[in-house]
């Protein structure tokens, strides 16, 4: 029989028995998909074109605390003490700290506990979702061939039914490998005394990166169906790229293809939980003035919780990134003369990074202390021990932080948006309306809102 053990609501406990899975998992599971229904009621029937931004919070934040009553019981407390206290500091600061003007108690709530994000995230800006909720986020510029955003103008909103079920599909295959394959591979087996005494190293190394691949579809399924909600709802539009085809990738929390094809570890972090590593970006990273790497993975391994496993993952992933960092800039250039020296450059990068990735994050997994040290102890410390000898025998190449990459992309998206907004005086209308009537026609062609 599954087990019990939940604060949240007992009521499909049968389900549970029956399919042999925690309660609190299927709880998650059922709250997921009907936070999916209810966004694509909250789309049809409670667009901003026909009712006022009002409503749409007051809904959003009641569906948002039935779910969490549901998955956490009382413990769904938590959510409104947070965001009390965090609003009570927001009065204290008062709107000259703050960018925009103060948000009412209502937009906080919303932001924080409605049923989109509650449950599983992601991440999003207050400034995206409140564009959301007024229905202004399809009135955004498109990217030219350059690169270059177009005047933005008003023209129908774009369905996310495509996206919606891309994304649901990969929610479906990723179930379903999660179910299958991952308890063939438990990352614990790594621990077994047997199998650390018997395995021969190619077969640890092998069975390492295994379980660890095994263990992610669990992550790809949560996050991506949290995506797909956001987008049933009409939240997570990014403008149209230069083929005319709308993204609905705004607040997207991963990218699988790049995590699973990464050839350094801060390639497979760009790409793993990205949410929240831009905003561990913006709060931590951007502003720290000594050593940002270990603040921000110390702030990171503190915003995650208080299991001991989550401190050595990101203790470590200091070291493994600062190492590969220093890899990359005294020897990459050596690699980039022919396709087949860049090829072999891939390859050999790739598997080092999957080894290290799976060898930082298995205390992550693990939890505890007493496995995750005898884990590393069978490995004899290997990679952390290469990891120092690369930092104090490699020359290390400071990089500036100010340096443009995807992230800061992101990052500078929203106040792209408002230098356009607030700077239509400075264009000409002509130029304007030819862009604005080409966008139009493209418009035509899109499916809208109310297919």
Request: aromatic share 12%; charged share 15%; hydrophobic share 40%.
């Amino acid at each position: 029989m599954a087990t019990t053990s939940t604060t949240g609501s007992t009521l499909l406990q049968p389900l549970s028995n029956a399919v042999q899975l925690p309660i609190d998992q299927v709880n998650f599971v059922v709250g997921q998909l009907s936070a999916l229904l209810a966004a694509v009621w909250f789309r049809t029937y409670l667009h901003s074109s026909k009712t006022s931004s009002f409503i749409r919070h007051v809904v959003a934040t009641l569906l948002g605390l039935y779910l969490a009553l549901f998955c956490f019981g009382w413990y769904a407390l938590h959510f409104l003490v947070q965001s009390g206290i965090s609003y009570c500091i927001l009065i204290g600061l008062g709107e000259e700290a703050m960018h925009k003007r103060m948000p009412s108690l209502l937009e906080y709530l919303s932001y924080t506990c409605n049923f989109m994000g509650i449950l599983a995230g992601p991440l999003c800006s207050y400034k995206d979702y409140i564009t959301f909720i007024e229905g202004r986020s399809h009135h955004v510029a498109q990217s030219d061939k350059n690169g270059k955003e177009q005047p933005h103008c008003a023209e129908a909103e774009p369905s996310p039914n495509v996206a919606v079920t891309q994304k649901l599909l990969v929610c479906g295959l990723s179930l379903l490998v999660h179910l299958t394959v991952s308890s063939f591979f438990p990352v614990e087996h790594n621990v077994d005394e047997d199998f650390q005494a018997s395995a021969s190293w190619p077969t640890k190394v092998v069975y390492l990166y295994v379980s660890l691949l095994a263990a992610r579809p669990k992550y790809y399924f949560a996050w991506t169906l949290a995506d797909a909600i956001n987008n049933a709802a009409g939240f997570g539009f990014r403008g149209y790229d230069e083929n005319g085809e709308a993204r609905w990738d705004l607040i997207s929390n991963l990218r699988i293809q790049q995590i699973e094809m990464s050839t350094s570890f801060k390639m497979f972090l760009d790409n793993w939980n990205i949410q929240t590593a831009l905003w561990l970006k913006r709060v931590c990273y951007e502003r720290a003035t000594l050593s940002p790497t270990i603040q921000t993975f110390v702030l990171s391994a503190i915003w995650h919780g208080v299991y001991p496993g989550y401190y050595l993952t990101f203790l470590t992933g200091v070291l493994m990134t600062l190492a590969a960092r220093a890899m990359r800039s005294n020897f990459r250039h050596h690699f980039t003369g022919t396709p087949q020296l860049k090829l072999l450059y891939d390859v050999a990068t790739w598997a080092a990074t999957q080894v290290a990735v799976s060898y930082t994050v298995v205390p992550f997994v693990l939890l505890s202390v007493k496995p995750s040290l005898a884990f590393y102890s069978s490995w004899y410390y290997c990679l952390h021990i290469a990891g120092i000898l690369v930092l104090l025998l490699l020359p290390v190449k400071k990089t500036p932080r100010g340096k443009t990459t995807h992230e800061n992309v992101q990052l500078s998206r929203s106040k792209k948006f408002d230098e356009t907004e607030n700077s239509s005086g400075r264009n000409s209308f002509s130029a304007t309306d030819s862009v604005c009537s080409q966008n139009r026609e493209a418009a035509s062609r899109r499916p809208s809102l109310h297919q």
